[in-house]
């Protein structure tokens, strides 16, 4: 498990301004609050308009395309969610956009054909072959593919990547990839391409390998976490039932997310941090990682400590102590959140620090519910 922990997954991510990974199941109400947790990320960055609504364009497109392959070639009792995938990452420049999705073996042909076909057109060609298909409401002969694919091809601007996976007997995974990237910037080679999806396709093996339902990587100031917590809400929460345990689920992952936004080391405005969300069994597990001073360590690691060495009627004491200083002081960094997180743990809280230099260290949590 080295390998994939939260400091391994925020180091291959270190050049990513923003990375989402996200596996499991799809619904308007989940990929709606996905692009709107972009779509904050791309304001907070400074990108302009015209950027914001191209990337938030082509993220529903390949919603749709994970609904309309999925329903279209599979029977429902046949899906399997953990091969759904979505990524988009933000990295040097460039937006890369990629999602995962079970077909039959049968129609891997017809698809390869259709992206191969769109690939070989120009923008000019494109655009001819989406009029003559909404004028007609039939694919011409230049091309077999329908309007969700022609339309990412169009909007991109760069030739549509692709790789089929097998997964079980009868079917396989379809990553479809969009790069969207500055025109003036020559076109990547299709081996870079493949590297990019592989790399993908690395990542979703790996969620799937640790029961990773998500992962992500940004901006984790006030503004940013709302939509991290919807999400998590649409896809997990409300699909288990309303007890006790989700619930508690909820508090802490609201309590480490806010602990990101209020301790985490700023730079250039941003409070860079990771969060992932894990299911092995019926236990849920949530980790944070984020940048913090080193002249926090101590306090951290003094006030956690201690909060390990404590039962519960000691740290309800405890509590009430620090509120009152707090009050009095008008202090709101008494380390309150991660005691009040505590209570509803059966677990202590695991946390780790690893020193990246004179500045800073990363600092992560690990908790069990």
């Given at each position: 498990?080295?390998?994939?922990?939260?400091?391994?997954?925020?180091?291959?991510?270190?050049?990513?301004?923003?990375?989402?990974?996200?596996?499991?199941?799809?619904?308007?109400?989940?990929?709606?609050?996905?692009?709107?947790?972009?779509?904050?990320?791309?304001?907070?960055?400074?990108?302009?308009?015209?950027?914001?609504?191209?990337?938030?364009?082509?993220?529903?497109?390949?919603?749709?395309?994970?609904?309309?392959?999925?329903?279209?070639?599979?029977?429902?009792?046949?899906?399997?969610?953990?091969?759904?995938?979505?990524?988009?990452?933000?990295?040097?420049?460039?937006?890369?956009?990629?999602?995962?999705?079970?077909?039959?073996?049968?129609?891997?042909?017809?698809?390869?054909?259709?992206?191969?076909?769109?690939?070989?057109?120009?923008?000019?060609?494109?655009?001819?072959?989406?009029?003559?298909?909404?004028?007609?409401?039939?694919?011409?002969?230049?091309?077999?593919?329908?309007?969700?694919?022609i339309e990412m091809a169009r909007k991109s601007?760069?030739?549509?990547?692709?790789?089929?996976?097998?997964?079980?007997?009868?079917?396989?995974?379809?990553?479809?990839?969009?790069?969207?990237?500055?025109?003036?910037?020559?076109?990547?080679?299709?081996?870079?391409?493949?590297?990019?999806?592989?790399?993908?396709?690395?990542?979703?093996?790996?969620?799937?390998?640790?029961?990773?339902?998500?992962?992500?990587?940004?901006?984790?100031?006030?503004?940013?976490?709302?939509?991290?917590?919807?999400?998590?809400?649409?896809?997990?929460?409300?699909?288990?039932?309303?007890?006790?345990?989700?619930?508690?689920?909820?508090?802490?992952?609201?309590?480490?997310?806010?602990?990101?936004?209020?301790?985490?080391?700023?730079?250039?405005?941003?409070?860079?941090?990771?969060?992932?969300?894990?299911?092995?069994?019926?236990?849920?597990?949530?980790?944070?990682?984020?940048?913090?001073?080193?002249?926090?360590?101590?306090?951290?690691?003094?006030?956690?400590?201690?909060?390990?060495?404590?039962?519960?009627?000691?740290?309800?004491?405890?509590?009430?102590?620090?509120?009152?200083?707090?009050?009095?002081?008008?202090?709101?960094?008494?380390?309150?959140?991660?005691?009040?997180?505590?209570?509803?743990?059966?677990?202590?809280?695991?946390?780790?620090?690893?020193?990246?230099?004179?500045?800073?260290?990363?600092?992560?949590?690990?908790?069990?519910?």
């Amino acid at each position: 498990m080295e390998n994939t922990s939260l400091p391994w997954f925020f180091k291959k991510l270190q050049n990513d301004n923003q990375c989402l990974l996200y596996n499991g199941s799809f619904s308007d109400k989940i990929t709606y609050k996905i692009v709107r947790l972009n779509e904050a990320s791309l304001k907070n960055h400074k990108e302009n308009f015209v950027t914001q609504k191209r990337v938030s364009y082509l993220m529903a497109e390949c919603f749709q395309n994970i609904v309309r392959h999925g329903d279209d070639t599979l029977e429902e009792d046949i899906s399997d969610q953990k091969a759904n995938f979505f990524m988009t990452r933000n990295s040097m420049g460039k937006y890369y956009i990629l999602s995962g999705n079970l077909i039959k073996d049968e129609n891997i042909n017809k698809l390869k054909t259709q992206i191969d076909q769109l690939n070989k057109l120009s923008e000019d060609e494109l655009k001819d072959l989406f009029k003559y298909v909404m004028k007609y409401g039939k694919i011409s002969d230049k091309g077999g593919a329908g309007l969700g694919l022609i339309e990412m091809a169009r909007k991109s601007g760069h030739k549509l990547g692709y790789s089929f996976k097998k997964y079980n007997n009868d079917n396989s995974i379809f990553y479809n990839q969009i790069v969207l990237k500055s025109a003036v910037e020559p076109d990547e080679s299709n081996e870079d391409n493949m590297r990019k999806i592989e790399s993908a396709i690395e990542f979703h093996n790996l969620l799937i390998k640790n029961n990773i339902l998500m992962v992500q990587k940004g901006d984790f100031s006030q503004e940013s976490i709302l939509p991290v917590l919807n999400i998590i809400e649409r896809s997990i929460i409300k699909k288990n039932t309303n007890t006790m345990a989700m619930r508690h689920l909820y508090r802490v992952m609201v309590e480490l997310l806010q602990n990101i936004s209020r301790h985490a080391f700023t730079e250039n405005q941003f409070k860079e941090g990771i969060f992932s969300l894990s299911k092995i069994n019926d236990r849920f597990v949530v980790s944070t990682g984020n940048y913090i001073l080193n002249s926090h360590i101590e306090f951290l690691d003094n006030h956690l400590n201690k909060i390990n060495s404590l039962d519960n009627d000691q740290l309800e004491n405890w509590y009430s102590e620090l509120l009152m200083e707090g009050l009095e002081t008008e202090n709101d960094d008494t380390g309150l959140g991660l005691i009040d997180l505590s209570q509803i743990l059966k677990n202590k809280i695991e946390f780790a620090f690893e020193t990246i230099d004179e500045v800073k260290t990363f600092f992560t949590i690990n908790v069990t519910i």
